[in-house]
């Protein structure tokens, strides 16, 4: 053993020989750690039964404290070979070869030499640690290689941490009252920071003010001790210092200027003060039991319903990377689902929602993509992965499920005061190793997207808490911070990147991985942004929100109409699970409410479906209004007018229905508009892998969506070119009317010119095809969406009038006046349950005609009136309809 370094100051004594044998280890070890540790991450994927289960909470072998044993480095074994660190990494339960690991730090009065168990969890090598040194787990951070902060909710295993490894120890920002005013604080201090920087310690002289001569000055004095020769200039710097409370401010803001920010957490703060956690905490907690609920206003953020009262379980899928079975040069990728497939299933319905993607950026090429479904938010957050993206397009929850987990930590903070030991719900006790939660909305962030100053600024916005305290408070414990990004989609990631952000903490770090690496943090965004996100780091575990299944669509009902009768609510239920169309539409939360609400404001669902598309989507506008961005959102009708041309050649591709669009086929003035329509959330924007390109494609959220924007356009043309409008309803009555059915319907329930002219051309269609099924109900169903009498005139001749099942249900009137319906030997109509009143005015009904009216009549249920004035009828014929009445 040799006498310490000069260097060491502030702490117990340090060989020599353990420092040049930690700083050669450390180095030379690093370019093995990578790999390594990677396929140890790999190894914890969760490919296998539960792996994905937090070791310490599920169940997993921790060795427990009394099997690590303690010796000194001179008496320990050497290196294992890496050949049996991989065979303990691809086999963890057969080979528990002990790992022998080395703890340092200058406040240990000796290098602790430990053999552990792979999967002993950094928790547990804490709490060993504290038995030796005495130095509090909570206040221990353990680093591996240049400045890797262990997880205390990983094992060394998940670190890579190999044979003979060096763990370094830090004790946390001297929270308890720790300055640089304070002679040992400041010595461990430049001590920790001598020991880092290597060469960038010039930049960060250079930024303290030395000069060249004087930096050449300290390489001279202590040559060949680069220890030394930083901590003699920090010394120097400090000496110079007018005002030592600005002090730390400086040195962080070099660190930062000369590339290292991430040592400026170790800048212990200005004497005196201390971060009141637990202010801090019931600040956040009154914050979001205040403000956290379930918006059910577009526009009105202030109506609102209590969390406990309207939310709903959501359901979420974890979608992994696995090495895939099939060849690497394979284009697409497979995806699988491991469990609740039916909730894949649904949501890759072939009419109504485009495909979740089946592809990811470049990187994932050759990858299995697995989706497991999740059963609570309580599953995602034992996730392994200390970043989380959650993705879904616009109405799917995102932003409620961030509220949830909010509010379920403020719920459990308030009543854990309140009352001690309480149990806790399974979701919420996850939340527990948590102090503090913080949820900022992204395009609230100022220019320099600094998550300390959002905080400020969105939270605590009366606090009297110091944001340096809170920073450093973050930096030293990043494992009980849990941070919440919602709305990555809503601002433009170039700006993030390209931000200047000197202190604080900074958006782009945290979404790249450079800062703030334990620190759990979920991003919120939608598809488009989503992509964009990985590309900034690819090791996000991805979580796609599905939405509502039958289930919980029955619950939400139950909640949202809770002061209606049951039977109100299932009629309800029966209206949306008996369309296709509805059903799918209902499991977007987003469009469910807006179902729910027009049915508690007006006691039915609109019975043309244009109004109820035209509906939701003026609401996803306003969704998209309310959320305050600078962004003008532009004209609704204009906006989806100018996606229809696109939408409409779309839907009529000689090749087949196209419902993707390529960004590199679209011409630029159209793109703005498919951008814009992404961001209302009308559209959603995926990558493809294509060969070796990746291209972006564009779809509608929904076909009908497609359907929607199409007729709008059509309906446009009708006015403003003719003959282009002509062209294309040639194209349709050329073939394509049961394949664009709902783009007429739409056209006829948008009314106008377009309207006549589809009903008149179908008109003509049905007389030569009278038999044909399949275009009557079409026609019927035009012409119940156009509500128009006088289009009636184009059907009545023929022979039989066939009424579409979608005039079931709330009808109470059907005016057939004026139209010629003599001679019709059969019509049929569904009984209407409802139906009170048939008008039949001047119809040149005669005395034959009596049979038909009398089989109407019947199959109708529940008329109580018919109108017959005007009609060649005999009035004891007309007597003769009375018993058939009600
Ligand atoms: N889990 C849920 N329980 C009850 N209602 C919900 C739930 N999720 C969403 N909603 C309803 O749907 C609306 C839209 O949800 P939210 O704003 O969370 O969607 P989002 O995915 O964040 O959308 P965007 O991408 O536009 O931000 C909410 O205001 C709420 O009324």
Redesign the pocket.
Known sequence: MQEDSPGRRGRARITAEEYNHSLGKLLSTKRRVKPNRKAAFMAAFPVKASPRLHSDEEGVSVLPLKEASVTHPEHSKTATTDETTRAELKSPVEVRQKLQVFVRGLLLPKTLCLHLDPETSVAALKKRVELESGIQSQDQRLYIGRNFQLSELLSIRNHGIQQDQNIKLRVGGLLGGGSLEDEKSRSICFSELSDVPGRSWKRLARQLGFKEGQLDQFEENYRGDLHEQIYKMLDAWWKKQDNPADAPEKLRDALQAAGRADLASQVPGIAGTSFDIEQCARELAAHYRETMK???HPKEKHMAREMDD???N?QLLEETNIPSPVSSSETEMQAETVSQSEHLKASNRARCIPDLPKSQPDKEKGLHVQKISLDSYKDMLVLKSNRLLIR?E????????LKRIAYDWADMKTKGDQTENQQQSEPTSVLERYELVFMVEVNRMGKKFDIIDAIFSQILTDSKLKKRDLEQYIHDNPERVLILLD?ADEISLQRVKDAQCKNGIDLKGVLSFKSLKSCKVIV?S?QKTANELLTMHAHYTKINIVGFDEKDRQK?VRKYLANFQSDNQNSFLEKVNASETLRSLAEI??FL?LMCHTWAAEGKLPDQITNLFGDTIQLLFQ?KESKETDEQVSDTETHVSKLGRIALEGLLDPNGEKLHFKEDEIDSEDLEMFEKGCDV?LLSKRRKCQGLKTVSHFSFIHKTFQEYSAAVYLVDLSWTDRQAFDQYLSRIFHGNVESVEYVLRFCCGLKGNAAEVILQRIGDLLKQNELNKSLHRISMLLLFEAQSESLVKYFVETAKVEFPYELQGSIKKVVLNGNNLHGLSQVNIDPLPSLHTLDLYRCGLQNSDIGAIIRLLASLGDVKKVHLTDNNLHSNVAKALAPFLR
């Open positions: 379930v918006t059910t309207m939310y709903v959501l879904a616009a109405g799917y929850g995102k932003t409620t499920l709305g919120t939608r939400y939360p987003l409410w969704h959330g």
